[in-house]
């Protein structure tokens, strides 16, 4: 018998079942005694938190001891499982977590009592509902659960990232404890892995220098090694954020473990930020500061770079710099032309062409087409009509050195014609393909269809949709890629031609979202038609799609004018013809008056 806090009158004798399986929440087996009128037994579910702070002093029936496998606690004088009883520290952190959790999952609400042998009538007065054992505060069921979520990592992983998120982001003036304290504090128990880490970064954008000692606070965790994939997202967040001088720290707290990942994230933040020399830099000292090796396969991977984003002339100087000691190969001379192309120095590659040839170097396909994707360009900006004239040349230059032409070559023929609406010669040219041993791609017939549409030529443009699933190309018609045909139809006001694709995406299994459906109904509302508008917004409600309804503005060109109907011309009546005949006759007298001519005033 233990006296009970609700009242002299009230007796409680308690059976508690403490499993210690993850802190699970306590459910206590309750007999409750209310003077002669009856018993209650009911079961409560109550956290660990909740059973430490009201500290009855329970002495357990334990029927299965071995399973408990329980000590007692000396401050509370009560058997716990062997997770719960533990040092002050240990309790603070339980204490703590839930802090932690409730950013990221509201708890659960109390749970009623659920009486399993009511012994008394129903006209007697139950047990009041304000005495209830149900905690007002507890561990998310989530974590703590022994029943599986339809997909247990993905959300626990989410979670968890978003309550990473919460400390990362909190302001450090309103908390004493430092960075590494507070995560040691609340999530001493958590499981860090790389997917985690990359979505906790992501929702970062704003956490800065907290980053390095969300950093500092992952590798000193014992069971958690960083290692090469771990690094790169570290170095890519700091990167996006351009605190080079952060991602150098990660990068000399992780030598050893960094490697290719690594090392591409750096150089591709560098190059994207706009800092060639630096990169260049970099490679001269990434072997003796960051451990990096130092090799060709390195070397390529910062000239690739460079040469993407237009940085030619600093990825050459590289080149010849270290000549003598990693002589280059066809692979760079290809991609330091493709370089210069991309910046869009048409000289300067076929200077570049001329010295890797007299060098004995083959000048591959892939310098070929980036040569010609360069004077589509040039032409296209300058005169389109030259564009074919040139286009010729190169493909000459193409035959003579014994290049063949590969769907690329097509890919960029056809791409071009498209742009300046030459659609009827981009088919042609389509067609032709087999003539040199090439069959389109993905990409091919993408830039086809959406030209096809853009030239209202919709019925060819779903053929040409029907003809790239048969060719085996259907998984490249992803959300993306519906998207982008809703767009063209909708801007050359095809609108039930674009709602008949947007339900052939439906049929091939991709959810719309919030981009398409504010697309068609914006498209919708703007031709008049405001109930299939309220249809698409109804149906993306219970797909659940969060769809916020907006003002959109009807185009006056579609606005139904109203008909003015003609008035039918009434018999004159006599006396108005008779007016109207004196009218004509006083105009007609009045004619031959002289009139004064203008400028001619009165003489006085």
């Given at each position: ?199 906790t970064l992501d929702l970062s954008p704003g956490a800065g220098r907290a980053v390095l000692g969300f950093h500092k606070w992952a590798s000193s965790r014992p069971d ?224 086809l269809i959406k030209s096809l549409y853009q030239a209202a030529r919709i019925g060819e443009g779903d053929e040409m949709i029907d003809q790239m699933k048969s060719a ?133």
């Amino acid at each position: 018998m233990v006296p009970c806090a609700f009242g002299p009158s009230i007796s409680l004798i308690a059976e508690t079942v403490l499993r210690a399986r993850h802190h699970p929440p306590v459910h206590i087996n309750l007999r409750l005694k209310r003077g002669f009128h009856g018993t209650y037994e009911a079961t409560f579910p109550i956290s660990p938190q909740l059973v430490l702070l009201l500290g009855f002093r329970i002495v357990p029936l334990l029927l299965n001891s071995n399973q408990c496998n329980g000590v007692y606690s000396e401050d509370l004088k009560m058997r716990l499982p062997a997770p719960l009883a533990a040092s002050r520290k240990q309790l603070r952190l339980l204490l703590f977590s839930r802090r932690c959790f409730t950013s990221s999952s509201p708890p659960p609400p109390p749970q009623p009592h659920r009486l399993l042998h009511p012994h008394l009538p129903l006209s007697k007065p139950s047990f009041p509902t304000t005495h209830s054992l149900s905690p007002p505060f507890s561990l998310p069921s989530r974590f703590f659960s022994s029943h599986p979520d339809p997909n247990p990592d993905t959300e626990e992983h989410l979670a968890l990232a978003q309550s990473l998120s919460s400390e990362l982001l909190k302001d450090p003036t309103t908390d004493p404890l430092s960075l590494t304290q507070r995560l040691d504090l609340n999530f001493s128990h958590i499981k860090l892995t790389p997917s985690v880490i990359l979505q906790t970064l992501d929702l970062s954008p704003g956490a800065g220098r907290a980053v390095l000692g969300f950093h500092k606070w992952a590798s000193s965790r014992p069971d958690f090694k960083p290692d090469d994939e771990t690094l790169s997202h570290f170095v890519n967040y700091l990167g996006r954020r351009k605190d080079f001088k952060a991602a150098h720290d990660v990068l000399v707290a992780g030598r050893g473990v960094s490697g290719a990942k690594t090392l591409e994230s750096a150089i591709d933040r560098l190059v994207r930020a706009g800092r060639p020399t630096q990169v260049i830099s970099f490679f001269e000292k990434m072997e003796n500061d960051y451990g990096f090796a130092r090799d060709s396969e390195s070397m390529k991977l910062i000239v690739t770079k460079l040469c993407e984003h237009g940085f030619a002339s600093h990825a050459e100087k590289m080149v010849k710099g270290w000549a003598n000691k990693f002589f280059p190969d066809d692979y760079i001379c290809d991609v330091l032309i493709k370089g210069w192309c991309v910046d869009g120095k048409l000289e300067e590659a076929r200077r570049l062409a001329g010295e890797m040839y007299r060098g004995g170097f083959e000048i591959g396909v892939v310098a070929y087409n980036a040569i010609l994707d360069c004077v589509c360009k040039l032409c296209r900006k300058k005169d389109p009509f030259l564009l074919q004239s040139e286009v010729e040349k190169v493909l000459v230059d193409m035959d003579v050195a014994g290049v063949p032409r590969n769907v690329e070559t097509f890919n960029v023929l056809i791409t071009n014609l498209c742009k300046i609406r030459k659609t009827e010669d981009a088919m042609t040219l389509f067609h032709r393909m087999g003539e040199w041993g090439c069959y389109p791609d993905e990409t091919t017939f993408l830039v086809l269809i959406k030209s096809l549409y853009q030239a209202a030529r919709i019925g060819e443009g779903d053929e040409m949709i029907d003809q790239m699933k048969s060719a085996g190309f259907g998984e490249a018609l992803d959300r993306k890629a519906y998207y982008e045909f809703l767009k063209i139809l909708c801007g050359i006001e095809r609108i039930d031609h674009a709602m008949s694709v947007f339900a052939k995406m439906k049929d091939d299994g991709f959810s719309p979202g919030i981009k398409t459906y504010d697309l068609l109904m914006g498209k919708l509302v703007a031709h008049g038609r405001v109930d299939k508008a309220n249809a698409l917004f109804k149906e993306a409600e219970s797909s659940e799609v969060p769809v916020e309804p907006k003002a959109y503005k009807m185009d006056p060109r579609f606005v139904k004018k109203p008909v003015v109907l003609k008035k039918e011309k009434k018999r004159e009546t006599l006396p108005e013809k008779m007016a109207r005949k004196r009218r004509r006759l006083k105009k007609i007298r009045l004619s031959f008056v002289k009139k004064p001519k203008r400028g001619m005033r009165r003489t006085y």
